[in-house]
């Protein structure tokens, strides 16, 4: 509706053999008119959403349906970079991709996942820059994913195949100035078009040679469980990629005032309570990963350490709890040329930190207390193949799980007398995508699980931990289930995606008889914000297990 600078979304319903049209709701891009709409059917969450390409050269998506429970919304989801005169747009529901055309210049494909980047691909240009004749009008996607458009000036109804990235052409008789198609595949390897005439007002009908495009629907081998986040914590301060790792300190003593810290990797650690707010914020330097162990042995009032891989000077950085406000204590210079991640480590023999560098090497170093400050001792030396970051350890067991960024997870002994050469126990899969980011064992129970990032799907995966041959202690990794975290819209809670860290506790916590999980979150939705951290309830994570 460009007298009122919004746009109308309607529900087309047949009653009675007849069918009528009933507004449900408007969208009004912030002082700014419309270019076209376009809807996204997203059955991860079960929710409509409108994308709005407007003059401003932006996209708005609008979540304005929920499917579920068949009742109209409107909730902003995110803006993102669109193109300067859109002409048209439509989504791919078979690939979740949202397409734009920019009339002067072609086409472009766009992530149509609110937990995505927005990265712009050209699929097919006008020329000088491709081989299309402007201008390229409105798009429409069929039930195979085909993309179809026109092109005002030479009479051609085009269709992009989305599986072999390819482009076949009809050319019409007659004198038309095409604006718009939709089409139906019908029999005999036929399809129907229907076709909008700009210089006549008029719509034609067309009959060409086309057949839906085989195979062209999702991934079918990895099957995930949506579960949702019960709490998100404070936005860091500003965009980009800042928040990384997080790890839970219990408050033994009152575990309501438990707490979450979460590093911002140009700031500092960020201190959150359970519900998310921000406590503190303690700015030391480019902290990347955090780890916390809470031991009698460790000698300070809440037998509390905590480290965390500052990128600022390449060292390890100790705090501690006191009085539940977190207090840095001191750094602990490293010999590496490049610190990244980091995980701690307690047995009867002391505490550590294995910290790592972008080579693949690792450290181990054991802290000593001597008063307020902690110091560290280099005590050995072993390498990955590649470029590590997060890593996990068993400290009953004496087992260290690492990741290897494009490779996948590997084992260790933990204690500093272990052998240092690691073994393989998972490779990268079709459940296991690169890059392997952030872990964290489960203590439950009857059984042990190792959570990691499969930050590649924006997905993350259970292993069950086994120890079952008693002639080799190296323990082996079961698949138990793969999940995705997904929006949850009567809580104005958005997914997660792209993660970094995460970190997971057994410990009953106020509301999480079994635990939490905490997931870093690359791309704040509901509104667009800066990262932050999820919080998940165990008992939604326990779904997913097989």
Known sequence: ?????????????QANNSWNIKELTRISPP?????????????????????????RGLITETVIYDTSNNETINVSMREFA?????????????????????????????????????DKKPIALVAPFGSLNSEIGALF?????????????????????????????????????LESVAVKYTANNKAIAVLYNDETGAYTQSTIPATPVKNAGKNTVKKLTHIHASAQTTPVQAFGDAADDPAIWVNSSNPAKSLILGTDKRRGLMVYNLQGWLEQSIEIGRLNNVDVRQYPSIKNSTNTLITASNRTNNSISVLTVDNNEVKHLND???????????????????????????????????????????????VREFNLPSQPEGCSADDARGELFAGEEDAGIWYIGAEPTADNTPVMLQGINE???????????????????????????????????????????????????????????????????????????????????????????????????PQNFKIIDWREVKKAIK
């Open 1 to 13: 509706d460009n007298d009122q600078d919004n746009v109308v979304i309607f529900k087309l319903q």
């Open 31 to 55: 002082q700014a008119q419309p270019d076209t709409v376009c809807l996204f059917n997203n059955k991860d969450n079960n929710t409509v959403s409108a994308f709005v390409p407007d003059v």
């Open 82 to 118: 669109g193109v300067s005169e859109a002409a048209g747009c439509a989504v791919s529901e078979q690939s979740n991709t949202l397409f734009v055309s920019e009339g002067e210049v072609g086409i472009w494909s766009i992530n149509a996942n609110a937990e995505s980047q927005a």
């Open 141 to 177: 996607t069929s039930t195979d994913g085909t993309l179809w458009f026109t092109s005002t000036h030479d009479n051609t109804i085009y269709a992009y195949n989305p599986v072999t990235k390819s482009i076949n052409n009809w050319q019409l008789n007659g004198n038309l100035a």
């Open 332 to 378: 602990i210079a490293t010999n590496l040329s490049e610190i990244y991640g980091m995980c701690m480590y307690s047995s009867a023999t002391g505490n550590y930190v294995f910290v790592n560098d972008k080579s693949g090497l690792y450290q181990q170093y054991k802290l000593s207390e001597s008063g307020d400050k902690v110091t560290g001792k280099l």
């Open 431 to 529: 459940q296991l995508v690169d890059d392997v980011e952030g872990m964290e064992i489960y203590h439950g129970t009857n059984a042990r699980y190792l959570v990691v990032s499969s930050q590649g799907d924006d997905s993350y995966v259970l292993y069950k931990i086994s120890n079952n041959n008693q002639d080799v202690k190296t323990p082996s990794l079961e698949f138990a289930g793969k999940f995705n975290i997904v929006s949850d819209l009567a809580n104005g809670l958005d997914g997660a995606s792209e993660t970094d860290g995460l970190t997971v506790t057994s410990k009953a916590l106020p509301g999480y008889p079994e635990g939490i999980l905490v997931v870093q979150d690359g791309y704040n939705r509901l509104p667009q914000q």
